[in-house]
């Protein structure tokens, strides 16, 4: 073979280079890590946060309302939203594959605004874009990272139904960078940036100062009516400030005519209010101060009577909370302190004292304080007006709030040995036997527990069947915990035979075998759910379980739910053949002919889609026969609200004809609903959503 020329040569090693270049390439490309992001899909959002959230939320991405959207460290979306206000959202997937968001809106969690920055994120990797790095000092992950779990639980309503703001406030046409400079700077929301306005302020002279105060008041009134509250204090004007504060505290009797909008909700100001208490306290008025607490107290819960959602419970709070800071700059005793707190707080009917009462319990107070406080209270109970005995309680809430009050403070002037007679004299009274009984239970006297369940248990009769079942359910662990489980577990049993469910049935028996009667026990309850009929002593019943019932008799008797239960228990056989992935079980019971249809959709709608999942893989025509009924009806309302609920149904049609190969028959299914509502636009826009299948966003 003849030796290579120059330019052949060179072309050879070029052409080798531009291989293992390509191949070096390829095999970088191949090793890099997906972006979980990128994978998601239009049904991976509406699974997440729901048809309507992910409409609003890509509303939001359109108008332009996400800012400066960049990734942490983890790969956390990190951005600012405009709503209306500016919120700072963050959104990562986690291990699992799930999406999972915090925000600082009202609403906390997977919202419209985190939806959006999704959103935005893929618009931005379908075009190229590159999305920078988060600093460790961005002022969004300060505020992110305050959000805590209590902020959710607040919220007990689905609070995207009822905020319908848009991204106003900002111009979101044009991008504004200095927008969440200027929201941070103001929030006041973290140490650093007092720090750094506290650097500002010192590197002016005195006089400069004086301008800038004077600057401030001449256009915020606030600034202003605040220096004239502190002149008039330090001049000996304090009547002339309370009268204004009294004023203030009344205004809030009314409606709330002066107020502002924080997240959809109409809030009432007192931002003036809480700056001249701030400023009588400041100038060594809090004796005066606290007078008032009171007369705060009763306006605002007067004020919060007005609103719908009592939404001006944290600027009211507070305005409260200025008051209890400023207790230990009192003249007034220890004990007094403590009775002032205890006295609001029995007041309370909106959780307006909340944090100044729950601090309480941490304070530094003597034993001689709490024990003065325990004495006053005692005999304060001993005094309590007592009212008519009639069918309801025979005492009012305050007093067992009282007696609940007096325990903790028993146990703080360490005068425990009192607190189990307490609990005697005040169960009788207000039905208080739960809260005995656990005492006597963990002072380990059994016998004494045992005699008061047994008592209550009598005293309430038919009234009170949460307090009786929680006895009931005592006297198991009494049982158990004294030596005696198989008395406990009879119990346990007679909760079931009253009122059967899947998970009692699995409890009982988890209980059973545990205590070696497991077999028995379970043949005897699915007995039951078959039949109706309980275990019994004397003939069997060719059709009874071999196994005798292994459980004594219960010590109390169980009243049943109400109405008759009627055999088979279909729905809870059909539950407990989906807990134990029994999908044969699952079609036997659904198909059982006695199950009422109608009175099914009527009671019971959510256990179709349940029995539809379980048997999908199994049966796939029948899941698909229960899925199409399911979004059939929901279309069938004529609403766009159910238009949106049939989507996820249809969703699972779809998949599973898919799964089966049998996307054919999917295109016909949905070809025939598109005819048959092809007059309901809103209904062919949902209807649209299911083209393609799952596709994902970067894609489309």
């Not at 996400?66 to 790969?75: A, H, N």
């Not at 409606?255 to 306290?281: F, I, K």
């Not at 049609?653 to 005819?675: C, F, H, I, K, M």
Request: charged share 35%.
């Amino acid at each position: 073979m003849e030796p290579l020329s120059g330019k052949m040569q060179e072309s050879f090693f070029c052409k080798e280079y531009t291989n293992e270049m390509a191949s070096r390439k390829k095999k970088t490309k191949r090793e890099e890590p997906i972006d979980p992001f990128s994978e998601l899909t239009w049904d991976d959002l509406e699974e997440w946060a729901g048809s309507r959230i992910v409409a609003r939320g890509r509303s939001y991405q359109r108008k332009g309302a996400v800012r400066e959207l960049k990734r942490d460290e983890e790969g956390a979306l990190v951005a600012w939203v405009v709503g209306s206000r500016l919120y700072a959202a963050r959104v990562n997937i986690d291990a699992d594959k799930d999406l999972i968001s915090e925000c600082t809106c009202p609403y906390w969690t997977t919202c419209k605004h985190a939806v959006a920055v999704v959103v935005e994120y893929l618009e931005m990797t379908k075009k190229g874009t590159a999305v920078g790095r988060v600093e460790a000092d961005d002022p969004r992950l300060e505020e992110l990272d305050a959000i805590t779990e209590e902020d959710e639980e607040t919220l007990e309503f689905d609070v995207e139904e009822d905020l319908e703001e848009e991204p106003l406030g900002f111009d979101v046409d044009e991008p504004d960078e200095e927008s969440a400079e200027t929201f941070s700077e103001s929030s006041g929301t973290g140490q650093s940036g007092d720090s750094s306005l506290r650097a500002y302020m010192q590197e002016h002279t005195k006089a400069e100062l004086v301008e800038l105060l004077l600057e401030l008041a001449g256009t915020h009134d606030e600034v202003r009516q605040s220096l004239e509250n502190r002149r008039s204090l330090t001049s000996g004007e304090t009547r002339k400030v309370l009268k204004k504060i009294r004023s203030e505290i009344a205004a809030l009797e009314e409606p709330a005519w002066e107020s502002h909008h924080y997240g959809g909700y109409q809030v009432r100001n007192t931002d003036r209010l809480r700056a001249m208490l701030q400023a009588l306290v400041a100038s060594g008025q809090a004796d005066a101060a606290v007078r008032l607490g009171p007369e705060l107290l009763a306006a605002g819960t007067q004020a919060l009577e007005y609103e719908h959602e009592a939404e001006s419970t944290e600027p009211i709070g507070a305005c409260l909370d200025v008051l209890f800071h400023a207790l230990d700059r009192t003249s007034m005793t220890p004990a007094d302190r403590i009775e002032w707190v205890l006295d609001m707080a029995l007041s309370d009917e909106y959780e307006l004292c909340g944090e100044g009462f729950e601090n309480l319990w941490d304070e530094d107070y003597a034993k001689s304080d709490w024990s003065e406080v325990c004495d006053r209270w005692t005999q304060r109970l001993a005094e309590w007006e007592q009212p008519v005995r009639d069918d309801e309680r025979s005492s009012d809430y305050k007093r067992d709030r009282i007696a609940d009050w007096l325990i903790l403070a028993l146990e703080k002037a360490d005068r425990r040995t009192e607190i189990v007679p307490l609990c005697e004299r005040e169960a009788p009274i207000t039905f208080s036997y739960n809260r005995l009984v656990d005492r006597l239970i963990d002072e380990g006297a059994w016998d004494e527990a045992r005699r008061w369940c047994k008592k209550g248990l009598e005293a309430m009769h038919d009234r009170y069947p949460g307090l009786r079942a929680e006895l009931r359910k005592q006297l198991q662990t009494i049982n158990r915990r004294s030596g005696n489980p198989l008395a406990g577990l009879a119990l346990q049993a007679e909760e079931f035979f009253a009122g059967p469910g899947a998970e009692s049935f699995q409890a009982l028996c988890n209980a059973a075998r545990g205590l070696g009667v497991g077999e028995g026990v379970e043949a005897w309850c699915r007995y039951y759910l078959q039949t109706g009929r309980r275990p019994r002593s004397g003939k069997k019943r060719k059709s009874e379980p071999k196994l005798a019932w292994p459980l004594p008799a219960p010590e109390v008797e169980t009243p049943a739910a109400r109405g008759e239960v009627e055999a088979p228990m279909v729905d809870v056989l059909i539950r407990l053949a989906i807990a134990e992935k029994k999908p044969h079980e699952v079609v036997k019971w659904y198909d059982h002919d006695g199950r009422n249809r109608v009175e099914h959709w009527l009671h019971d709608f959510p256990l179709d889609d349940e029995v539809a999942d379980a048997i999908a893989s199994t049966h796939p025509d029948r899941s698909v026969a229960i899925w199409k009924e399911l979004a059939e009806n929901e279309i069938a309302r004529v609403k766009p609200s159910g238009y949106r609920e049939a989507v996820p149904y249809l969703r699972q049609v779809r998949d599973v004809l898919s799964r089966s190969g049998r996307e054919g028959e999917w295109q016909e299914y949905l070809a025939a609903l598109r005819q048959r509502n092809k007059r309901r636009p809103r209904c062919l826009e949902q209807l649209d959503r299911l083209e393609g299948g799952r596709r994902r966003i970067v894609d489309g």
